[in-house]
């Protein structure tokens, strides 16, 4: 007999189970511009206390690098459970854990919210400014104080809890030690003053002085309809000298009551203005569509390409075209003056057919041609008019 005989036949080894390893670079690629540009940065930050049903946001802008930035809200806050549910769970769905609309503080009463945030990477915004921060929030009498450190291999950040204590405030503040600033306090100001409408229940707090956010509601509203996509509202703020900043130049889109697409007079038509030119200069479009939402990028720093999106550039480039048209009137008016003096020798011989063209062609091509120079419609005449010599003769 075999000496191995009623011998257990070995057992086969149980796999080995293997987890992927998160790079250094992970949240660059994970959060994009949220950790990549201070703009991005500071205005997530802004937007979170928005979605946290805040009525006050004060922030402290430290001048230089190793001073604290702090912002702080009195919004709803979380309990340690929904922070760490909330912190520790990657790509967060914040539509499925809390719906569309803003929780508020247990009895405050304020006009309803739809929440900015859908996927929980606003959260990771105060890693632009350092490698670690720290999160204190009140909720149900008790104050829990978080630190997130960022790290590499088995996870991107990890949490330290660093205690509790009672309180009977709410809201949430995040404390970090900036290590790149990236603006100065008047360029947070700027910015934030042109990402966020005015709301009654609703300010920011810069340095200890509040920001004038965007009022249009003083302003002429007119309706746009798109196609199969829905009515947009569109305001045109005129400004008395110039626009405040380059920034503020162009065709705004507007989701939920903050910017989604930064001013831009090119619609994807061909600019409508050239930025060289004081028109441009004097005239922003605010533009509200908020059947947008679904293509707002996720850090909110453009609106994705689409056909509906499409539809909405076409609708509104044609009503900025005629709307300009009409308040430029008289100032093209006199222009066309200026460009017939200047062919006036050739034109009193053309015969009156050919001057009404010349006439035509200098309105229709200041209208499809608003950045035009005076000097190239001037230009332009003088050979309309001399062709039409030639070929009168």
Same mark, same amino acid.
């Given at each position: 007999?075999?000496?191995?005989?009623?011998?257990? @036949?070995?057992?086969?080894?149980?796999?080995? &189970?293997? #987890?992927?390893?998160? $790079?250094?670079?992970?949240?660059?690629?994970?959060?994009?511009?949220?950790?990549?540009? @201070?703009?991005?940065?500071?205005?997530?930050?802004?937007?979170?206390?928005?979605?946290?049903?805040?009525?006050?946001?004060?922030?402290?802008?430290?001048?230089?690098?190793?001073?604290?930035?702090?912002?702080?809200?009195?919004?709803?806050?979380?309990?340690?459970?929904?922070?760490?549910?909330? %912190?520790?769970?990657?790509?967060?769905?914040?539509?499925?854990?809390?719906?569309?609309?803003?929780?508020?503080?247990?009895?405050?009463?304020?006009?309803?919210?739809?929440?900015?945030?859908?996927?929980?990477?606003?959260?990771?915004?105060?890693?632009?400014?350092?490698?670690?921060?720290?999160?204190?929030?009140?909720?149900?009498?008790?104050?829990?104080?978080? #630190?997130?450190?960022?790290?590499?291999?088995?996870?991107?950040?990890?949490?330290?809890?660093?205690?509790?204590?009672?309180?009977?405030?709410?809201?949430?503040?995040? =404390?970090?030690?900036?290590?790149?600033?990236?603006?100065?306090?008047?360029?947070?100001?700027?910015?934030? $003053?042109?990402?966020?409408?005015?709301?009654?229940?609703? $300010?920011?707090?810069?340095?200890?002085?509040?920001?004038?956010?965007?009022?249009?509601?003083?302003?002429?509203?007119?309706?746009?309809?798109?196609?199969?996509?829905?009515? +947009?509202?569109? =305001? #045109?703020?005129?400004?008395?000298?110039?626009? @405040?900043?380059?920034?503020?130049?162009?065709?705004?889109? %507007?989701?939920?009551?903050?910017? +989604? #697409?930064?001013?831009?007079?090119?619609?994807?038509?061909?600019?409508?203005?050239?930025?060289?030119?004081?028109?441009?200069?004097?005239?922003?479009? &605010?533009?509200?569509?908020?059947?947008?939402?679904?293509?707002?990028?996720?850090?909110?720093?453009? &609106?994705? @390409?689409?056909?509906?999106? &499409?539809?909405?550039?076409?609708?509104?480039?044609?009503?900025? =075209?005629?709307?300009?048209?009409?308040?430029?009137?008289?100032?093209?008016?006199?222009?066309?003056?200026?460009?017939?003096?200047?062919?006036?020798?050739?034109?009193?011989?053309?015969?009156?057919?050919?001057?009404?063209?010349?006439?035509?062609?200098?309105?229709?091509?200041?209208?499809?041609?608003?950045?035009?120079?005076?000097?190239?419609?001037?230009?332009?005449?003088?050979?309309?008019?001399?062709?039409?010599?030639? =070929?009168?003769?």
């Amino acid at each position: 007999m075999s000496r191995n005989a009623g011998a257990k @036949p070995d057992e086969p080894e149980k796999p080995a &189970i293997r #987890r992927p390893r998160f $790079s250094k670079s992970f949240l660059e690629q994970h959060a994009g511009r949220i950790v990549q540009d @201070p703009e991005t940065a500071i205005t997530e930050l802004v937007a979170n206390a928005w979605d946290a049903g805040a009525t006050v946001v004060d922030i402290t802008w430290p001048a230089d690098a190793g001073e604290m930035l702090v912002v702080q809200d009195d919004g709803t806050g979380m309990t340690r459970e929904e922070f760490e549910d909330r %912190w520790m769970t990657l790509h967060y769905n914040r539509l499925e854990s809390q719906g569309t609309t803003v929780e508020f503080p247990k009895g405050a009463k304020r006009s309803a919210r739809t929440a900015y945030g859908r996927n929980g990477l606003g959260r990771h915004a105060a890693f632009y400014f350092a490698e670690r921060y720290e999160v204190h929030t009140a909720k149900d009498g008790l104050l829990t104080k978080e #630190r997130v450190t960022r790290t590499a291999g088995e996870a991107p950040y990890e949490l330290t809890f660093l205690g509790q204590e009672e309180t009977s405030e709410h809201g949430t503040t995040v =404390r970090v030690e900036v290590q790149r600033p990236g603006l100065l306090w008047f360029e947070v100001r700027d910015l934030l $003053s042109g990402r966020f409408f005015v709301d009654p229940d609703f $300010s920011v707090v810069l340095n200890g002085n509040e920001i004038e956010l965007l009022d249009v509601e003083q302003l002429e509203v007119r309706e746009v309809p798109v196609e199969d996509v829905g009515t +947009a509202r569109v =305001r #045109r703020i005129d400004w008395e000298e110039r626009a @405040p900043t380059a920034k503020h130049n162009g065709v705004a889109w %507007w989701v939920n009551k903050r910017l +989604a #697409r930064p001013p831009s007079w090119d619609l994807g038509n061909g600019a409508i203005l050239d930025n060289r030119f004081s028109a441009a200069r004097k005239h922003t479009y &605010i533009v509200e569509l908020d059947e947008l939402e679904p293509f707002v990028r996720p850090d909110w720093s453009g &609106i994705m @390409p689409a056909p509906d999106v &499409i539809a909405a550039e076409r609708a509104i480039d044609d009503f900025v =075209r005629e709307d300009l048209n009409t308040v430029l009137g008289s100032a093209r008016r006199a222009r066309k003056r200026r460009a017939i003096e200047q062919s006036k020798e050739t034109l009193q011989h053309l015969t009156p057919l050919s001057q009404d063209h010349i006439a035509e062609f200098i309105d229709e091509v200041q209208k499809q041609c608003p950045s035009l120079g005076e000097k190239e419609l001037n230009d332009a005449v003088h050979v309309l008019a001399k062709l039409e010599e030639s =070929r009168s003769g």
